[in-house]
């Protein structure tokens, strides 16, 4: 068990913090104010909101408790913690810091780019640090674990894309599903630009002395396989394992700080990859 760092803990408040008022900033002061139906459990939240006027923070975390149990075992300990503490965090940002904030009432277009921009800041931020808001995050890893065939790419298009249909429908305003849909895409846009520029892929290669602890860590976080190579130091003689793992931008952030948690000693190198084809990536 790791032992607790008050100035690790404190960092990482401050920056759910930083990443919770963005997000609740996109959420509350432009989203709800507009009635866009948004992706996600925020979304489900900001739905039962307007109909209903229950506060959107606590709907999240009371919605967040049964899938962040169901996925407990998938997620590993230390971010399932870490995952738990920004949720609360940014849920109650979102219902009692977001309101000081005035709403914006203007044009709908400049609303849902607000939105996105935002929102996507926000969950950059803590996609950064290794945490997440919870909700389709959780799902999406657990069902990529029992369908490894398919891609997390689409799962997650598939269950944003479903979920804004759903809130555009009960709200009945096709013009709020489709400016959903537009924000879905911008904050998607904005995480991948902030994170490693351009949606190409990486390759990552370890060299470590622990390439299947680092391998099982990488399939269990980032939902990615590797591959293991066996090789020797040209200085020393030593003989070592390469990790070899294909991997998105986003997923490149979180593989290289795994490959570090489990061995501090790992040399790790990051390459671009012009075009990747195989299971989670382009079809041949």
Known sequence: MKKFDIKTFSKDVLIDILGGILIAVGIYNFAAN????????????????????LPIGWVTIVLNIPIAIACFKILGRDFFVRSVKTILITSII???IAPLFPLYSGDRMLAAICTGIFS???????????????????????????????????????????IVLFGGAILRDIDATIYGIIITYLITLVIDKLMYGIDSGKMT?????????VAEAIDQHAGRGATILTGKGSYSGEEKEIVLCACNNKQMNVIKKIAKEVDPMAFTVIVESNEVIGEGFKQG
């Open 94 to 96: 979102v219902d009692y």
């Open 34 to 53: 507009a009635g866009f139906p948004l992706a996600g459990v925020s979304g489900i939240s900001l739905v039962i909101y307007r109909l209903f006027g």
């Open 120 to 162: 996507g800041l926000g969950y950059t931020i803590l996609f950064l640090n290794n945490t997440s808001t919870g909700g389709t995050d959780f799902i999406t890893l657990s069902i990529r674990a029992r369908h490894p065939h398919l891609s997390l790419g689409r799962i997650v298009f598939i269950s944003d894309t479903v």
């Open 205 to 213: 290669l370890i060299i470590t002395k622990r390439g299947q602890k």
